[in-house]
């Protein structure tokens, strides 16, 4: 499938020029028809819809999906609702009692608040590395990431300015001293081409409805058999053990791959959706998905570089993210005022910056057009 092709997929891209998929995704009209036919079906015809061979399936078709997605085993895939649900659920599996948990302190919240709360607990300790006009130094990283380290959890892509972790150099300098390391992938999956192997991390998890293009309501994650093995996940239920369908009250006898951590019924229809939305993005090809969306973010920082009263924070290793700061100006209304324009352009104020996230639909062409009106903002203010 060819990136230009997918402008019919996406409604709302002809009324609004939409830059915001660092916050929520459009969802393809096929992956929107797949999801509602199977919501429709099984409410209205119950178990005639979904029998116990069809129920197992849901999460097998989703585990096969992400495993080519992050290059792994099926077996190495649990299903979860949600990326904090899963980070959750890992966290307090690992059963800490002492040392660190080495993340930043330019995170988003769910990557840091699992830790924050064990350590009300435990005697671990979480030290946020700080950020330099909102980026990380790898060195400052590297520096903190020492003998008492137990887990290191970052995004691959963060959240505010895009930038890019250098996972594997991090990896490799946790597992030095014995760390394991976890990381947020939702702002990369679906546009960065992804290997855990390559990469050697211990779990990488990702959700639907970024640029995984996909509603609410799913989570994938990677656990290496490794780590998986010697865990006892924390959170457990009928979906938990080896045969899920024996409903033996009196043993718990876990599964013996990744599924041991999915433990409860739950929206199939969004992992059908999920599912979906994977094959039509690696149809596409990520590689293609990838080289596309950094055209567009290298345009968009060449342009907004020579804007006047414009200051790029996005470093040079980025995702799909542009994010600037405004001098002088009142970021909210620059921002509604993008709102009122006749084509609107939609995207997100963090931190009082403004950031932009282009992906598939998005064109250059999109670009421009935010481009010129900002610069006709800001000299109107």
Not at 166 to 173: E, G, Y
Not at 247 to 252: A, Q
Not at 276 to 290: P, Q, R, V
Request: aromatic share 8%; hydrophobic share 40%; charged share 25%.
């Amino acid at each position: 499938m060819n990136i230009k092709d997918v402008s019919n997929d996406f409604s709302v891209i002809d009324k609004v020029d939409y830059l915001n998929t660092a916050s929520i995704g459009l969802v393809p009209n096929t992956v929107i028809e797949a999801t509602q036919e199977f919501f429709i079906e099984l409410a209205r015809c119950g178990t005639l819809a979904l029998d116990e061979e069809k129920e197992s399936l849901v999460y097998d078709n989703l585990r096969k999906e992400g495993a080519k997605l992050l290059g792994c085993n099926a077996e190495d895939i649990a299903i979860f609702n949600s990326v904090s649900e899963a980070l959750n659920s890992i966290a307090w599996s690992l059963e800490l009692k002492d040392g660190k948990v080495v993340s930043t302190d330019v995170e988003f919240p769910s990557v840091t608040y699992p830790w924050l709360r064990i350590a009300r607990k435990e005697s671990i300790k979480v030290k946020l590395v700080n950020a330099k006009n909102w980026c990380i130094s790898i060195d400052d990283l590297l520096d903190e990431i020492d003998e008492d380290t137990r887990v290191v959890a970052l995004s691959h892509v963060e959240y505010l300015t895009g930038q890019k972790h250098d996972i594997k150099k991090i990896a490799k300098h946790a597992h030095e001293v014995g760390a394991i390391v976890v990381i947020d992938g939702i702002q990369a999956a679906g546009y960065l081409p992804i290997n855990v192997r390559e990469l050697n991390v211990d779990v990488y998890i990702t959700g639907s409805y970024k640029w995984l293009l996909a509603p609410f309501g799913a989570a994938i994650a990677y656990i290496s058999k490794k780590l998986c093995d010697r865990l006892e996940p924390a959170f457990v239920g009928w979906r938990s053990t080896e045969d899920m369908w024996n409903f033996n009250p009196r043993k718990l006898k876990f599964a013996s791959t990744a599924r041991k951590f999915e433990y409860s019924t739950s929206a199939y229809g969004v992992k059908v959706g999920l599912a979906e939305s994977i094959k039509y993005l690696t149809k596409i090809g990520i590689e293609k998905i990838y080289n596309h969306n950094m055209k567009l973010t290298e345009i968009l920082a060449e342009e907004i570089n020579s804007t006047e009263d414009i200051n790029v924070i996005t470093p040079e290793n980025r995702g799909s993210i542009i994010t600037f700061k405004i001098n002088g100006r009142d970021v909210r209304k620059v921002v509604e005022k993008l709102h009122k324009l006749k084509r609107p352009v939609e995207l997100s104020i963090r931190q009082n910056m403004i950031r932009i996230s282009p992906h598939i639909y998005n064109t250059e062409a999109d670009i421009l057009h935010l481009v010129d009106n900002l610069r006709k903002i800001i000299k109107g203010l």
